[in-house]
């Protein structure tokens, strides 16, 4: 079974011209990024798409909150590829289980989670957490919250769809919009179970400004080694890449 599923719809009538589609990513049958951007570039031998997966804004600078493997990136760009190309060949149809609510089956992954503790007590977040899949896919930026009745205990709250100035960006109804989100309380469950005994394990530890620094340091260079994350096409197509992953 592929370890990639995707669902494209048509853009919004808004949307930038190299904005060619959305797609619905879900990834090992563990966890779901809705809304990504599939974005049109020119290369070397035409112009081509790709999904452009989130980022956020921090002071200015983009920043990956998903990064992947370079063999995962390839899987999701073939995926995106294959069904954007059935989808508009009927002119974008929609599909009839759009919510995918059939049973999907206990995911076999191996988790694995970094928190980075705070220490500030007027706050209900209590730590900065990411998790990694199976060495292919690391989502940042999840975080650690407690309940406003402390005996509730701890829950984890996965990033959310910020503007470029940082600020959550909600619904109508208020809600904040999750940029990763697992698919099965299964998932959920494994994420949440990581995050946490990570938490237990560090909720002691007193880090300082320069442990922190170290620490985001040694995480973007581990990042870097492991996620691959150079595009697929040359040097000269990054503009491309980098407006279309503003854009997700």
């Known amino acids: 079974m592929s370890n990639v599923e995707a669902r494209v719809f048509k853009p919004n009538e808004k949307a930038p011209a190299n904005i060619v589609g959305v797609a619905n990513i879900t990834i090992k049958d563990a966890i779901a990024i809705p809304s990504v951007s599939i974005v049109r570039a020119d290369g070397k031998d035409g112009s081509y798409i790709f999904a452009s997966l989130p980022q956020r804004c ?65 706050s209900n977040i209590k730590g900065i957490a990411k998790f990694t899949i199976d060495q292919d896919i690391t989502v940042n930026n999840c975080t650690v919250m407690s309940y406003n009745d402390p005996s509730k205990g701890l829950f984890v709250n ?59 340091a040694d995480e973007k260079a581990g990042d870097a080694k492991a996620a691959g994350d150079a595009p697929e096409k040359p040097e000269k197509d990054a503009k491309a890449k980098k407006d279309g992953d503003r854009a997700a």
């Open 58 to 122: 921090v002071k200015g600078k983009w920043e990956n909150i998903v990064n992947v493997s370079e063999t995962l990136r390839k899987e999701i760009n073939a995926a995106v590829r294959k069904e954007f190309d059935d989808q508009k060949a009927l002119d974008f149809p929609g599909y009839k289980n759009a919510n995918r609510s059939e049973k999907r089956a206990t995911p076999d992954i191996a988790v694995n989670a970094n928190v980075f503790v705070l220490r500030n007590e007027n």
């Open 158 to 216: 996965m990033p959310h769809v910020t503007d470029k100035d940082g600020n959550a960006v909600q619904t109508k109804n208020g809600d904040r919009i999750d940029v990763v989100m697992p698919v099965t309380a299964e998932a959920r469950a494994l994420i949440v179970n990581a995050i946490l005994s990570d938490y237990d394990k560090n909720k002691d530890r007193t880090f300082t400004k320069d442990d922190f620094k170290s620490k985001i």
